[in-house]
């Protein structure tokens, strides 16, 4: 649930950040992996954030352990 609430984070800060000076920075989250960099994609719709990965993703974030 932490790595969900932190993507979250991830995603406001990226598209306000976009938002305060495009270019310096992309609105977009991209997940780098056995060299390869995929999309996660997401839309902020005012107070919304949809965040919908890909399902490779969704399965690597079952592997991680649960904090006890």
């Keep these: ?4 609430e932190s ?3 991830l995603i ?3 598209a ?3 938002e305060q000076g495009p270019g ?3 609105p ?6 056995n060299g390869t960099v995929t999309l996660l994609p997401s ?3 005012g107070r919304n954030i ?3 990965p890909p399902d490779e993703f969704v399965q690597a974030l079952e592997t991680l352990p649960t904090p006890r």
Aim: net charge positive; no cysteine; hydrophobic share 55%.
């Design 28 to 33: 977009s989250l991209y997940w780098w992996r």
């Design 12 to 14: 406001v800060t990226a």
């Design 43 to 45: 839309h902020i719709d």
């Design 24 to 26: 310096s920075i992309s």
């Design 7 to 9: 993507i979250q984070r």
């Design 16 to 18: 306000s950040m976009f």
């Design 50 to 52: 949809q965040f919908v």
């Design 1 to 4: 649930m932490g790595v969900v």
